[in-house]
């Protein structure tokens, strides 16, 4: 299968109360299945992608480091179609143009809610 073909990850739409977080419920992750979701909210402008690792959540913004433009976020891989850049699960460049890893946010885990801290 191409690499650009591969199924999108799922998408949430989350409308949070608070200006500079979300929240995402846990319930959201199936083990084996559903390791990272597409987050969009309306406080940025493009996606965060929340990643599942063990007990840890990683949210990576989804806005190329070369020219900002939206990326497209698979099972394994994180792509521009711009000009080809990617990047793994950690936001880290695999392949440039782009030079600089993804903006993380901080995450932290209450009562089976992760708290994305937008700021
Ligand atoms: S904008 Fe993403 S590689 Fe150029």
């Known amino acids: ?8 990850l799922p998408l ?4 949070g109360s608070k200006d500079q977080e979300v929240e995402v ?9 559903v390791t990272a979701l597409v987050i969009r909210t309306r406080q940025m402008e493009n996606d965060i992608l929340l ?3 063990g007990e840890e959540y990683k949210a990576l913004y989804l806005k190329c480091t070369h020219e900002g433009v939206n990326l ?9 179609p711009s000009h080809g850049s990617s990047f793994d699960m950690n ?11 993804l903006k ?11 708290i994305i801290h937008l700021s």
């Open 1 to 8: 299968m191409l690499e650009s073909c591969a199924t999108p």
């Open 12 to 15: 949430l739409k989350v409308a």
């Open 25 to 33: 419920g846990t319930e959201n992750f199936i083990p084996g299945k």
């Open 51 to 53: 990643v599942k690792n």
């Open 72 to 80: 497209t976020a698979t099972a394994n891989k994180i792509y521009c």
């Open 91 to 101: 936001g880290k460049v695999l392949k440039e143009p782009a030079l600089r890893p």
């Open 104 to 114: 993380t946010f901080r995450t932290e885990l209450i009562n089976n809610q992760v």
